[in-house]
């Protein structure tokens, strides 16, 4: 289930991630639920969704960090 818009993404994310950061999960799931969309490509039982999800997060995680104050922020 591709996401449209970078406001579609699950309320967990879209609630906490500033907008660019939701571009990039949008960005990173769609991608993610193409490339792994054959359960051979997927390490363990994870499910297609699962698996889209968590590379979503590493992508934020690439260029966001949560900071002290509980928000997430660009890397330096």
Do not use: Q
């Amino acid at each position: 289930m591709p996401y449209d818009s970078r406001d579609d993404i699950p309320d967990s994310a879209r609630k906490v991630l500033p907008p660019h950061a939701r571009t990039i999960y949008k960005e990173a799931f769609n991608d993610a639920w193409e490339e792994y969309k054959n359960p051979e490509d997927r390490r363990g039982d994870s499910s297609r969704e699962e698996v889209a999800h968590a590379v979503a997060w590493k992508a934020v995680e690439a260029k966001y960090a949560k900071g002290d104050d509980g928000n997430w922020h660009p890397k330096a």
